[in-house]
């Protein structure tokens, strides 16, 4: 009950100095005005109109482009990422596959280590 009595009382009087300074008035005004503008009611911006050229078939091409230079899920790209790009992505791409001979896609913690051949 007292917390509730000073949180009032704080209240009572710092609205009580804004209201009795000059300036404070047009400020109380903008908070207010500026607070249900942007909270409750957006931003105009939200509310402008805009039409854009959207073709659907494009993107489908893209897509297939990407899909074509970077596979499903990039995992082309994560396989060119994880080799490097410095110029030695050859030899390490045949050190990994020697390293993974005998492995399934990776997949290690079933048939590794590869069975003696």
């Not at 931003?43 to 050229?53: A, D, G, K, Q």
Request: proline content about 6%.
């Amino acid at each position: 009950m007292l917390q509730v009595r000073v949180v009032f009382i704080l209240t009572c009087s710092i609205l009580l100095i804004l209201q009795t300074s000059q300036p404070a008035d047009g400020f109380i005004l903008r908070l207010i005005t500026e607070t249900l503008q942007n909270n409750v009611a957006g931003e105009p911006i939200t509310h402008e109109r805009t039409e854009w050229n959207f073709d659907p078939e494009a993107a489908k091409k893209a897509r297939a482009i990407y899909f074509e230079k970077n596979g499903f899920r990039s995992s082309k790209f994560i396989e060119r990422l994880g080799v490097g790009l410095d110029g030695y992505h050859e030899e390490r791409r045949k050190e990994q596959g020697e390293r993974d001979l005998g492995r399934l896609n990776g997949e290690h913690n079933v048939n590794y280590p590869p069975p003696p051949v």
